[in-house]
């Protein structure tokens, strides 16, 4: 065996507020997090809405000490991750990349190159595909890949999915039950799991298996917990004005309080980390919901983290991956199509529909220029990078 590598896909999070707004440009600027009908439009929007959330998200990170706790558990888990190889017998070093935030994607690929890594065991963090997260940070290496012949020499395979690994579901139930049992009637608790939401055109245009995924996930947990507790799945974190996949958190707990659910058990589903969607939405926005909606005992399962049971499915998975026949980039799943958010049109001379049409639309992306300038103080071709 050549020298090993894995490296763990995640995707970042502000370490302090300042950070906070290029954090979320990068984030709206990838065509997989904020679809827009013209790559070209992806830059000035991303500015746009970065700029129009920062404060939101901003007063969000303060409540949590002013940035998200998700490097330094990723470090912890890639530390903890590469004695356990180690203690396994396979002298392998772990990377992070983070497709956001420090430390990016591109500069652990750089050191894996530095490095001489010969075989590469590629690890999402996330134990649910979605193309907005493992899908957009491996369509970025693909990217990356395909620019350098150096790379190309690496052995590599992709996990592009762990939603079903008997260990990560075993480590989930036991966290559960450690949870459910604080409860004066623990069969009887309500388990509530949330995931984090997707746009729902998601699912039903592109085919992203994410939902299908978190149910799946749900049920085995429900199987391997062996108790009658009553569950319930919703999804959390909805941005923007689209529908996501339902039903929405808020509006679950809020049904289940008026009930007369007293008892919650909160079950992180799509997040193997603490950050902020758990510190601050679930632990402070949803608690409160919950209270003021009547239900007496809120709790949320902590994420595993780097609890050792944990660590050790992350490291059987990163051994057997390394003995299979390797997943290429180009295996993983595919949107099935592009969602078209304008249908296609042929052009045609005077006062037409189609000039009209296209008449309007100048003037909104005229618009929308001018609002970015005010809202910015940068205008569009400032917030592009091209003056
Ligand atoms: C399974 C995990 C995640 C999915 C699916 C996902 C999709 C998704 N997210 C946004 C928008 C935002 N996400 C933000 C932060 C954030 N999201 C995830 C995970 C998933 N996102 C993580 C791990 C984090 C980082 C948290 C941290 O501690 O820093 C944010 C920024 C925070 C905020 O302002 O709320 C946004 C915005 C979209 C649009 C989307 C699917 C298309
Ligand atoms: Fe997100």
Known sequence: ?????????????????????????????????????????QKPFAGLISTMRARTSRDNYRQIGGGS?????????????????????????????????????EEAVNRIKQD???????????????????????RLLEKIWSEDP???????????????????????????RQELDQF????????FF???????????????????????????????????????LAYQSRVGPMEWLRPYTTNVIA?????????????????????IETLQEIDMEYRHLALESGIENFRRMPAVNTHPDFIDTLS??????????????????RPQKKIKLYPQERWEWGMTTTAERWNGRFAMVGFIALLVELISGYGPLHLAGLL
Request: aromatic share 10%.
């Open 1 to 41: 065996m050549g020298r090993v590598g894995v490296l763990l896909l995640n995707l970042g999070g502000p370490e302090q507020l300042k950070d906070v707004r290029p954090f979320l440009y990068n984030l709206f600027a990838d065509p997989e997090i904020l679809r827009l009908p013209f790559a070209w439009m």
């Open 69 to 105: 706790p998700l490097r330094r558990i990723t470090e912890a888990q890639a530390h903890a991750l590469q004695d356990d190889l180690q203690a396994k017998g396979c002298d392998a070093q772990v990377y992070i990349g983070m497709r956001y935030w420090h430390p990016f994607t």
């Open 116 to 138: 001489g890594i010969e075989e590469l065991v590629i690890l999402p963090l996330y134990p649910q595909f979605s193309i907005s997260t493992s899908g957009s940070s491996i």
């Open 150 to 176: 150096a790379l190309q020499k690496i052995k590599y395979t992709v996990i592009s999915s762990w939603h079903d690994r008997p260990g990560y579901v075993q480590v989930m139930a036991d966290f559960l």
């Open 184 to 191: 004066e009637n623990p069969d009887q608790t309500t388990v």
């Open 194 to 232: 949330s995931a984090h939401g997707v746009p729902l055109s998601y699912v039903t245009e592109s085919g992203d298996p994410y939902q299908q995924e978190i149910e799946a996930s749900t049920q085995l947990i429900m199987e391997a917990l062996k108790r009658p507790n009553p569950h319930i």
């Open 255 to 275: 049904h289940l309080g008026q009930q007369g659910v007293k008892d919650l058990v909160v079950v992180p589903i799509s997040f193997i980390s603490e950050h």
């Open 316 to 333: 059987e998975m990163v051994l057997e991956y390394l003995d299979k026949p390797s997943l290429r980039f180009s295996q993983v799943f």
